[in-house]
């Protein structure tokens, strides 16, 4: 079979395989989130670092928090990336960080007052001011063509808003991703990444929708690298959400709007569906528990560490905030205490 052949190429994916096994243990469960959800306001904070495994030496800082949580995850990623062999790959999980830092730059270039996250510099295959100098300077080669010509395209371009060069520049990150993938050859990850495209198209008819916006507004923010056409988006755009669902039949994460509750308020409605669409994309990241060799586990321990921390943020800011527990429990992804 040709899964065998790639797995005795792959050997050498071992003992990361074995690393990142062990590493699976330690991620958070439903129990510790509830802990967390419902600990008194006195206990919070010490649960907090001991279940997130954050080093105090003192009273806390919220901002401190975050910061760390950032970090570790940050962490995480030079670990994954310390782990895999090749070099496309590696370039892959920091590509999309690449093009939130070319968003800033493009924004900056425009006037605007930016902030530069400094993790996110730190997860670039480049950094901001590398990024920045290496665009400056027109150095093509070292950058990658697609987005040095994404960045020459909206620096001359007028009547920029914030929409279009973020848009812009999540086409540009999905056309290079797939260009990776196709030389990589991974049908694992392509799936993996065509939901994910699919999920996101669906996300972005459903804000419209709410915001009340025309189906024009869907082809100008439509993502053209999934297997939902826009054609059944915009079928689905006028219904209610299981009309929707019955256009999309056809893809695996029709089923999130299916499982949807039944509420008036349309916000909370499409927050739920995005809660669920990225449940699903999670459950689908957990079939590579069955690769006993290859890269597919390292890369879905990154993913899956990253919605940890997205959780454990939301934990900490809506603790903090005096958010009920029970209102906390449905923005937690995988939560099932």
């Known amino acids: 079979m040709q899964s065998s052949i790639e797995f005795v190429e792959i050997s050498d994916y071992a003992y990361a395989v074995a690393r990142i096994r062990a590493l699976e243990t330690k991620l958070i469960d439903g129990k510790d989130y509830n802990t967390l959800i419902v600990a008194p306001e006195e206990r919070f904070f ?58 800033l730059i493009i924004k900056e270039a425009g006037g605007q007052e930016i902030t530069i996250p400094t993790e996110i510099s730190k997860r670039s295959n480049y950094s901001y001011p590398l990024l920045k100098s290496l665009l400056e300077s027109g150095k093509a080669l070292d950058t990658g063509s697609l987005i040095y010509e994404t960045y020459n395209l909206l620096k001359n ?16 990150y999905y056309s290079e991703l797939f260009q990776i993938l196709e030389e990589y050859g991974n049908g694992f990850l392509t799936e993996y990444f065509t939901r994910e495209v699919d999920a996101n198209n669906i996300m972005t008819a459903l804000r419209l929708k709410v915001q009340g916006a025309k189906r024009t507004a869907l082809r100008e923010r439509f993502l053209p690298f999934g297997i939902i056409d826009i ?69 879905t321990y990154l993913w899956v560490r ?32």
């Open 157 to 172: 371009a007028r009547d920029l808003t914030g929409k279009i060069i973020d848009n812009s520049c999540d086409n540009s």
């Open 306 to 337: 990253g919605t940890e921390v997205k959780n454990l943020r939301t934990v900490l800011l809506s603790k903090s905030a005096g958010v009920s527990p029970e209102e906390i429990k449905k923005h937690i992804r995988g939560f099932y205490g």
């Open 46 to 103: 010490p649960l907090f670092t001991e279940i997130a495994g954050i080093k105090s030496d003192g009273p806390p800082l919220l901002s401190a928090l975050v910061k760390s949580l950032e970090e570790s995850f940050t962490e995480s990623l030079y670990l994954v990336k310390s782990l895999i062999l090749q070099d496309e790959v590696k370039r892959l999980i920091s590509l999309k960080y690449d093009y939130e830092l070319l968003k």
């Open 231 to 299: 054609s059944f988006l915009e079928l689905g755009f006028d219904l209610n959400l299981e009309g929707f669902s019955s256009r999309i039949v056809f893809s695996p994460l029709s089923a999130a709007l299916n499982n949807t509750g039944k509420t008036e308020d349309k916000e909370a409605q499409a927050a739920e569906v995005e809660k669920l669409l990225e449940e699903e994309l999670i459950k689908y990241l957990k079939e590579s528990l069955f690769v006993t060799f290859g890269v597919e586990p390292l890369l």
